[in-house]
């Protein structure tokens, strides 16, 4: 018989419900430790922004696994993009890639942006979800040099332009790294934006887009599944 794996929220002094209150600020808003803690203060709830920066660490991955394993099936058109990060005043690049309904499907922080990286990117996308049926990316040749050895089939666009549904896909971690004042180091930033990209896709989409009464429904679908993952947590 298979071992149950232990309640990740046993052993803490708040109950289950406050540290994924907590954790959803922190990841779903673009909010400092401190912001969170002084909304936590206004409830009543009393805890220092060192123990929100343990939950985020201990239940942001949680969350965003469970979220990764419960979406959709991604789709079979991938917009790839790489953007300067800042660490400590060396130079990262921040890869992405994203399908055509602007799911991001997965975040690498590399040092390089030669074919190097570029293999290895695309060696994690494709164990992870297949081969694609096109792949659009600027005319970095590091993309298309890479492509021919682990996706010699695929379709193939280089365009400025094209790619910019995965461009705008970085706005949202832009602006976290403007509230966080810049990542701490390549594993932080590795680790909050592959949490922050999954929680991210359960928020309903922008509101211009649908009704009140839509956009309503969906948010309380958004709000019910987050709790129902932090209760499947607690029975993982």
Not at 191 to 217: D, K
Request: glycine share 4%; proline share 5%; net charge positive.
């Amino acid at each position: 018989m298979a071992r149950s794996s232990p309640d990740p929220f046993k052993g803490h002094r708040f109950p289950r419900e406050i540290i994924s209150y907590a954790v959803w600020l922190y990841y779903r808003f673009s909010l400092s430790l401190r912001n969170v803690e002084d909304i936590l203060a206004h409830r009543g709830i009393t805890v220092s922004c060192e123990t929100i920066i343990n939950w985020e660490d201990k239940f942001g991955p949680l969350f965003a696994d469970k979220i990764r394993r419960n979406r959709p099936n991604p789709g079979d058109k991938w917009f790839l993009d790489e953007v300067v990060i800042k660490i400590k005043g060396e130079t990262f690049y921040l890869w992405r890639a994203v399908d055509q309904h602007g799911d991001v499907l997965e975040i690498m922080v590399q040092r390089r942006r030669n074919k190097k990286a570029a293999k290895r990117f695309l060696k994690k996308l494709f164990k992870q979800y297949g081969q694609p049926r096109g792949m659009i990316t600027d005319k970095l040749r590091s993309y298309g040099a890479a492509k021919k050895e682990v996706m010699p089939d695929v379709d193939h666009r280089q365009h400025k332009g094209l790619n910019n549904r995965a461009k705008m896909s970085h706005k949202p971690t832009r602006r976290r790294e403007r509230v966080m004042q810049r990542f701490k180091s390549p594993h932080h930033a590795q680790r909050f934006c592959a949490a922050h990209n999954q929680i991210n896709t359960i928020v309903p989409p922008r509101r211009h887009l649908l009704s009140a009464n839509s956009y309503r429904h969906a948010r309380n679908d958004a709000f019910d599944l987050w709790n129902d993952f932090a209760k499947e947590l607690c029975v993982a």
